[in-house]
């Protein structure tokens, strides 16, 4: 208990110690720690951000796709309506090309049938001119006869 | 053991001597051999082994907090880093619960002592002969010095002188910081306007007196009841450390019990070394925390 010139030297390297703490440990350490608190923080805020921004986008990637998935929908719609339409329109078409197809070929065979009944007919002229010729024993004048053979003809 | 030229309270005696050096009563300087000798050396005399195991110690603590401080980065803490910062966060929990006012000298300031005392506490756990035995050793050997003269007082805090270097540095910060923030005018009038206050003022002028008295030892009592309860209580803990040392001297069984005691006393100790120091640096903190506010 011999209170001496020790204290005196205590209490300076004791406060030579605090003021170094003070100085030169203290400050750094601390903003240090307050540092790090900042960036955790921020770390955590950010996160909050990026978790919030990734719900949003997945709601509008969401969005899109029901978008996406209506306007096909309405696409596909379209384009049934349009290919039956075009059926529609092919087998009009076909009728009426069929249609014009047999009217050609029924005006083609009357035609046929007026060349050939006009082609027998002046066969049957000229078989009933030799026919009456034969009967009656000589030439008929057919230039003579013209206008009778005629009009046998128109008659048969 | 040193004990076997001794007597016991020889050995008790030498353990609790601090290695002095100053001024003989003849005018020489030297080292004083024996306790008388420091008696008449008076107060100019310094105990060396105070000084030098507590700048050791807070050497110690500078170097390894100065270590980390530089390496103080916001990135992943590691290792010794972690270890600071842990402490750090721990002294600026306590400082920021208990000290409101802004001052950046106080969490340093309870940061060192809390570290300091309690590295200088921690000697305490080496077991007492080791240090002063190499000492003896080394100071016969090599200087030729009488064994018995090298005394080697290892837990500083077992000093008084060191309490009260540290008890009397925040004693003058608290004065230092009632002037500064209170005011001349308004630290004395805590002083003498309380706790007996009248409306009266011839009363007034009668209590002060009184109040002077009861707040003025209350004042004086901080920094020496303070530092005594440190010094106390490692001394008395140093104290049985030796007592249960003597033990060794005495025969096998005696020995045995020793070393269980010891180990025993040692763990219980571990918990007073860091309540001590962690009630030192509190309490510092409060008594700066009272200097910054009136009541």
Redesign the interface.
């Known amino acids: 208990m011999n209170i001496n010139l020790t204290l005196i030297g205590q209490s300076l390297a004791f406060l030579v110690f605090v003021w170094f703490c003070m100085k030169f440990i203290w400050p750094p350490l601390m903003n240090a720690l307050e540092e790090r608190k900042k960036n955790i923080a921020d770390g955590l805020a950010a996160a909050e951000r990026g978790r919030k921004e990734h719900e949003l986008s997945e709601k509008r990637a969401a969005e899109v796709i029901k978008e996406a998935k209506g306007k096909a929908a309405d696409i596909i719609a379209g384009a049934e309506r349009r290919g039956a339409e075009i059926v529609e329109e092919a087998k009009t078409d076909a009728k009426i090309e069929g249609e014009r197809i047999i009217t050609a070929a029924q005006t083609e065979i009357e035609q046929e049938i007026n060349r050939a009944r006009e082609t027998l007919r002046g066969e049957l002229a000229a078989l009933a001119t030799a026919g009456a010729e034969q009967i009656l024993g000589k030439e008929v004048d057919a230039d003579a006869h013209r206008e009778m053979l005629d009009e046998l003809a128109a008659q048969l | 053991m040193a004990s076997e030229k001794l007597t016991s309270t020889e050995y008790i005696k030498h353990h609790l001597t601090?290695l002095?050096f100053?001024q003989h009563p003849d005018g020489s300087w030297g080292f004083a051999h024996n306790a008388q000798e420091?008696?008449e050396?008076?107060?100019?005399?310094?105990?060396v082994d105070?000084?030098i195991w507590?700048?050791l110690l807070?050497g110690l603590?500078?170097w390894l907090?100065?270590k980390?401080?530089?390496r103080?980065?916001?990135?992943t803490?590691s290792g010794l880093l972690n270890f600071?910062?842990w402490v750090?966060?721990f002294i600026?929990d306590n400082v920021r619960g208990s000290f409101s006012a802004k001052n950046?000298?106080i969490?340093?300031?309870a940061?060192?002592?809390f570290v300091?005392i309690l590295l200088m506490n921690c000697m305490d756990l080496v077991p007492v002969d080791w240090i002063p035995w190499a000492t003896q050793q080394v100071m016969h050997h090599v200087f030729g010095a009488d064994p018995h003269h090298v005394y080697m007082k290892v837990v500083t805090t077992t000093?008084?002188?060191?309490t009260?270097?540290?008890s009397?540095?925040v004693f003058v910060l608290t004065l230092y910081y009632s002037f500064k923030i209170k005011g001349p005018i308004g630290f004395a009038s805590e002083l003498t306007m309380q706790p007996f206050s009248a409306k009266n003022p011839i009363l007034k002028i009668i209590f002060m007196p009184i109040n002077l008295f009861l707040e003025g030892i209350g004042l004086i009592s901080k920094p020496v009841s303070l530092s005594l309860r440190l010094f106390g209580n490692l001394f008395a803990g140093e104290m049985i450390f030796i007592l249960i040392a003597l033990l060794y001297s005495g025969g096998l069984f005696w020995g045995l019990m020793g070393g269980f005691l010891q180990w025993g006393w040692a763990v219980f100790h571990i918990l007073i070394v860091l309540l001590q120091a962690f009630i030192f640096m509190v309490l510092t903190v409060v008594y700066l925390e009272m200097a910054h506010h009136e009541h």
Request: no cysteine; charged share 15%.
């Open positions: 601090n002095t100053g420091i008696k050396m008076g107060f100019w005399a310094i105990h105070t000084m507590s700048f807070g603590f500078i907090f100065g980390a401080a530089r103080a980065t916001a990135d803490p600071v910062e750090v966060e600026d950046d000298l969490a340093p300031l940061l060192t002592l300091w000093d008084v002188n060191a009260f270097g540290m009397l540095s």
